[in-house]
């Protein structure tokens, strides 16, 4: 039996596909996935965003995921191989949240996580008993090692992902983790990801990828963890909560233990339109002081924002450049608010009736698809790309990743931030939003 798994790639108009000469985040799945199945399968990869669908192949079973609007084209892989008789089984994110649309193009419907949902579907496979739906929630998160092979053999940057855990203890209206979670948080045991590790550093890497929803989910074992990380001495990269910034401890132990850059959802500078979206835990009028102590602590920070919340106004969307230049956030990268079907915040704008475009395939958080408060929906637009604009000008770039005290410590690493921050520049005037593929 032969298995072809794909990672979609997003469109960036309806009929150009979003491609890379490298792939620098990588998913874990393909990885986990191939390390699931029994010794009589073959599995295979394709990670489109580098490379072309094979419409041709011999694979039994065909296996499509893709991340946010990367699902319009995995709508359209399914189709193209349900044309040619093939089984068709979709998961993933954005599956998980639209199980009964997704069920329409395809034989079988994973929803969230596959650890063992995978292995029996292959087994239901093998009897032809294939179910069109597969739900079986993890208790525990272990799986075996990752099969890195399979992505070391593609056009990749030079780290591989590891996760330690799953979930979020947070609840943003906004958030497919936390419709799938309802704020829990799988760890992993310490020795299982330091067995992972240990193989991406075998496999002659220094850095990896914690791929994690947020690292800081539970203090007591994230500081367990880092010590055991410091003594491989790796780099790597993740993505929490802000709030990281408050606890001194933590901080320092993260940083100590290799970590050279951590990722936040900021969301906005507005604390009304925090509270609309579920997250008044986080406070503005404290952003730059947490960010200040992070990069402190040697650690650059990137950020991932929306707009478009019942708080912001033209204004303040204008304000948000600014404040990202001054912060010197070396990679920001924006989005505006969408109603994702599944999350509280679909249910919110649907009741209110404020959901002006009702095509859900055409949802890619570059356009505004509600009706906001404060300005229209083609102002909400054209501010998001004059963001955009704006916060990748060629000073702004040069002022976020050259011109700060980080430079002198890690010279190496500024120029690496110059050359991504020059190269989403490229894309933004292509009409691409920079995106984590």
Same mark, same amino acid.
């Given at each position: 039996m032969k298995i072809l798994f794909i990672q979609s790639t997003p469109y960036h108009n309806r009929d150009q596909l979003v491609k890379k000469s490298r792939l620098y985040f990588v998913g874990l799945a393909p990885a986990i996935l191939s390390a699931l199945c029994p010794p009589d399968v073959e599995f295979e990869v394709c990670l489109e965003t580098i490379e072309a669908v094979d419409f041709d192949t011999d694979a039994d079973l065909?296996?499509?995921?893709?991340?946010?609007?990367?699902?319009?084209?995995?709508?359209?892989?399914?189709?193209?191989?349900?044309?040619?008789?093939?089984?068709?089984?979709?998961?993933?994110?954005?599956?998980?949240?639209?199980?009964?649309?997704?069920?329409?193009y395809c034989d079988s419907v994973v929803i969230g996580d596959a650890e063992i949902s995978?292995?029996?579907?292959?087994?239901?496979y093998k009897q032809g008993k294939l179910k069109p739906l597969y739900d079986m929630p993890l208790k525990t998160l272990t799986y075996p090692t990752p099969d890195y092979r399979l992505l070391t053999q593609k056009k990749i940057g030079d780290f591989l992902p590891v996760q330690a855990g799953r979930g979020c203890p947070h609840a943003c209206s906004f958030c497919s983790v936390y419709c799938l979670y309802k704020n829990k948080y799988y760890k992993r045991d310490i020795e299982e990801v330091i067995r992972d590790i240990k193989a991406v550093k075998a496999l002659g890497y220094k850095?990896?990828?914690?791929?994690?929803?947020?690292?800081?989910?539970?203090?007591?074992?994230?500081?367990?963890?880092? %010590? *055991?990380?410091? &003594?491989?001495?790796?780099?790597? @990269? $993740?993505?929490?909560?802000?709030? =990281?910034?408050?606890?001194?401890?933590?901080? %320092? *132990?993260?940083? &100590?233990?290799?970590?050279?850059? @951590? $990722?936040?959802?900021?969301?906005? =500078?507005?604390q009304e339109s925090l509270m609309h979206m579920k997250k008044a835990w986080a406070k503005v009028d404290r952003y730059g002081e947490q960010i200040r102590k992070i990069q402190a602590a040697g650690i650059d920070v990137s950020t991932e924002m929306v707009i478009g919340a019942d708080g912001d106004t033209l204004e303040s969307i204008k304000a948000t450049a600014t404040f990202i230049i001054d912060q010197k956030i070396t990679v920001p990268r924006f989005y505006i608010l969408t109603p994702i079907p599944g999350t509280l915040f679909f249910d919110e704008m649907e009741a209110a009736g404020r959901i002006v475009i009702k095509d859900i395939y055409s949802y890619n958080g570059t356009m505004a698809v509600h009706e906001p408060i404060h300005m229209s929906m083609d102002a909400l637009t054209e501010a998001y790309w004059d963001l955009y604009k704006e916060v990748f000008g060629i000073r702004a770039i040069i002022k976020r990743t050259l011109i700060r005290p980080q430079f002198f410590k890690q010279p190496l690493r500024s120029l690496f931030y110059l050359y991504v921050n020059l190269y989403y520049r490229y894309q933004i005037h292509q009409g691409i939003t920079p995106n984590i593929i």
């Open positions: 065909i296996a499509i995921s893709g991340m946010g609007h990367a699902i319009v084209r995995s709508i359209d892989i399914a189709k193209a191989f349900k044309a040619r008789g093939k089984t068709v089984v979709m998961g993933g994110y954005m599956v998980s949240l639209m199980p009964e649309e997704a069920a329409k995978f292995p029996t579907l292959i087994e239901d850095k990896f990828l914690l791929l994690d929803d947020n690292i800081f989910s539970d203090t007591d074992y994230l500081l367990d963890l880092c %010590k *055991a990380i410091k &003594d491989l001495k790796m780099q790597w @990269l $993740s993505q929490c909560s802000i709030n =990281i910034a408050d606890h001194a401890q933590v901080l %320092k *132990a993260v940083a &100590d233990s290799g970590c050279i850059a @951590l $990722s936040f959802g900021i969301e906005s =500078i507005t």
